[in-house]
């Protein structure tokens, strides 16, 4: 959470996501701070998924219409625990059903949900990047400026404690 955290008030997720990105832009026509969503969220299981999500919409890396897409479908069991204790823990020998089911399913339906309820997905994406070009050229120079690395890994190791709490509580 802290390390993600970092990335994204950092801007660099973006460039996390460059490697798979073009892949993923095929499949789901997403910009690649979604594509950042989906690989963190489809690597690291929940709350990841959500915690991104919801980061990346904070810090206005998304629009609203990309979040909702991926809180749709982004949500998953993490890879590590899946394969390393619910496959031992039934006994599962051929585990492909399975990790298409638990994987495979949902990246379909992601790739469905882009081309069917989300359609309008790259247009809202190319909009809002857009107005963000607008917003920077009428705001100063400093303001525009990265916030610094000690902020950034302050203000994300006090979130993901938050978080952390909270999913505790529940």
């Given at each position: 959470m802290i390390l993600s955290g970092i990335l994204i008030r950092a801007n660099l997720s973006e460039k996390f996501a460059a490697i798979l990105h073009p892949v993923l832009k095929r499949l789901f026509r997403c910009s690649p701070n979604v594509s950042y969503g989906i690989i963190i969220g489809f690597l690291c299981g929940?709350?990841?998924?959500?915690?991104?999500t919801s980061d990346l919409l904070k810090h206005e890396k998304i629009t609203p219409l990309e979040a909702r897409f991926l809180f749709a479908f982004n949500?998953?069991?993490?890879?590590?625990?899946?394969?390393?204790?619910?496959?031992?823990?039934?006994?599962?020998?051929?585990?492909?059903?399975?990790?298409?089911?638990?994987?495979?399913?949902?990246?379909?339906?992601?790739?469905?949900l882009s081309r069917t309820v989300f359609r309008t997905l790259s247009a809202?994406?190319?909009?809002t990047c857009e107005k963000r070009f607008a917003i920077k050229d009428a705001l100063s120079v400093q303001a525009l400026q990265k916030p610094s690395i000690l902020t950034a890994i302050d203000?994300?190791?006090r979130t993901a404690v938050q978080s952390i709490l909270t999913l505790c509580g529940y």
């Open positions: 929940f709350p990841m998924g959500a915690k991104v949500n998953n069991i993490g890879p590590v625990y899946f394969c390393s204790f619910v496959i031992p823990l039934l006994g599962i020998r051929k585990p492909f059903a399975y990790l298409f089911g638990m994987y495979g399913i949902p990246l379909l339906y992601g790739m469905v809202q994406g190319a909009c203000d994300s190791i």
